[in-house]
T-cell receptor, first 119, second 111 residues
Framework: AAGVIQSPRHLIKEKRETATLKCYPI?????VYWYQQGPGQDPQFLISFYEKMQSDKGSIPDRFSAQQFSDYHSELNMSSLELGDSALYFC??????????????????FGPGTRLTVL | TQLLEQSPQFLSIQEGENLTVYCNSS?????LQWYRQEPGEGPVLLVT?????EVKKLKRLTFQFGDARKDSSLHITAAQPGDTGLYLC???????????FGTGTRLKVLA
């Protein structure tokens, strides 16, 4: 079965540079989520998109932006990188229709992650 | 703010032992998911529980959702070294598309 694809898998950048992470959701999934996971921490929600529109925002720095494209893939753009941005970045996708009475089965399927190292 | 507290945080046991991991909240969740994550990899979905009181089994793993849908547990029978990893509960917060993770339980099963 097709899974979530993330690219690149590893990225090394210098301070103050920019980085773009890409996420390709499972086919027919319409919702994409981005997470940041620091060493020894649980994933922290950054931002989500449903049908190409931002659906919710978490602890995402102003230096970061993201969007979902017409083919449902998403990109996370990170500018003015700082040492503290070094982390694993995960994308997850789900097939979810907001507004339904039942929120059950909002299962998210995660990609393998992008390890970003800022030097 | 909805939080998911997991206990214990760390667990080191011998192969063949049983264990239970707890995931608790003061808030109601419409569903809870359990994931297992290995170092450097993405969390892998194990199960989703939706109905209060629901019990689901996945081989040696038994998942239960509390009657009030505020807590969940994961029980592993006869743990094996391959069960080693970070176990995370997670769920959708009410009224938003925000998805929160529990504090995590790091399990190590020694051969």
């Amino acid at each position: 079965a097709a899974g979530v694809i993330q690219s690149p898998r590893h990225l090394i950048k210098e301070k103050r540079e920019t980085a773009t992470l890409k996420c390709y959701p499972i086919p027919r999934h319409d919702t994409v989520y981005w997470y940041q996971q620091g060493p020894g921490q649980d994933p922290q929600f950054l931002i989500s998109f449903y049908e190409k529109m931002q659906s919710d925002k978490g602890s995402i720095p102003d230096r970061f932006s993201a969007q979902q494209f017409s083919d449902y893939h998403s990109e996370l753009n990170m500018s003015s990188l700082e040492l503290g941005d070094s982390a694993l970045y995960f994308c997850a996708s789900s097939s979810f229709v907001p507004g339904l009475a039942s929120w059950g089965n909002n299962e998210q399927f995660f990609g393998p992650g992008t390890r970003l190292t800022v030097l | 703010t909805q939080l998911l507290e997991q206990s214990p945080q760390f667990l080191s046991i011998q192969e063949g032992e049983n264990l239970t991991v707890y995931c608790n909240s003061s808030s109601v969740f419409s569903s809870l998911q359990w994931y297992r994550q290995e170092p450097g990899e993405g969390p892998v979905l194990l199960v989703t529980v939706v109905t209060g009181g629901e019990v689901k089994k996945l081989k040696r793993l038994t998942f239960q959702f509390g009657d009030a849908r505020k807590d969940s547990s994961l029980h592993i029978t006869a743990a094996q070294p391959g069960d080693t990893g970070l176990y995370l509960c997670a769920g959708p917060t009410s009224g938003t598309y925000k998805y929160i993770f529990g504090t995590g339980t790091r399990l190590k099963v020694l051969a």
